[in-house]
């Protein structure tokens, strides 16, 4: 069974740094595409990170970019995000995924159970 564990999240000042984890189980991790998305109040769900399965094609959204880096160690089956210079804007929970194949497409079909990040003064 699919399993996508995160920790890492918690309360940091502005300008502060959080590494997040997600440890990862019930499938071929080192051949799948694992993202990071948030989720603030109010808002839409957002991606904010992506990375291939080689660890060499990473994405970013545009609002994380320069800030926020995504890796992968596949011995220990673990992707991470670790977020610097943080803004009371990336308060949010942050969710692990992995794509889903349907037998005619890929989705973001697997989800963590989500893990709060509170950015305050």
């Known amino acids: 069974q699919v399993q996508l564990v995160e920790s890492g999240g918690g309360s940091v000042q502005p300008g502060g740094s959080l590494r997040l984890s997600c440890a990862a189980s019930g499938f071929t991790f080192r051949t799948s595409t694992m993202k990071w998305y948030r989720q603030a109040p109010e808002k839409e769900r957002e991606l904010v990170a992506s990375?291939?399965?080689?660890?060499?094609?990473?994405n970013y959204a545009d609002s994380v970019k320069g800030r926020f880096t995504i890796s992968r160690d596949n011995a220990k089956n673990t992707v991470y995000l670790q977020m610097n210079s943080l803004k009371p804007e990336d308060t949010a929970v942050y969710y692990c995924?992995?794509?889903?194949?349907?037998?005619?497409?890929?989705?973001?079909?697997?989800w963590g159970q989500g893990t709060q990040v509170t950015v305050s003064s």
């Open positions: 995924n992995t794509e889903r194949w349907t037998g005619i497409r890929w989705y973001d079909g697997y």
């Open positions: 990375i291939g399965s080689a660890g060499g094609s990473t």
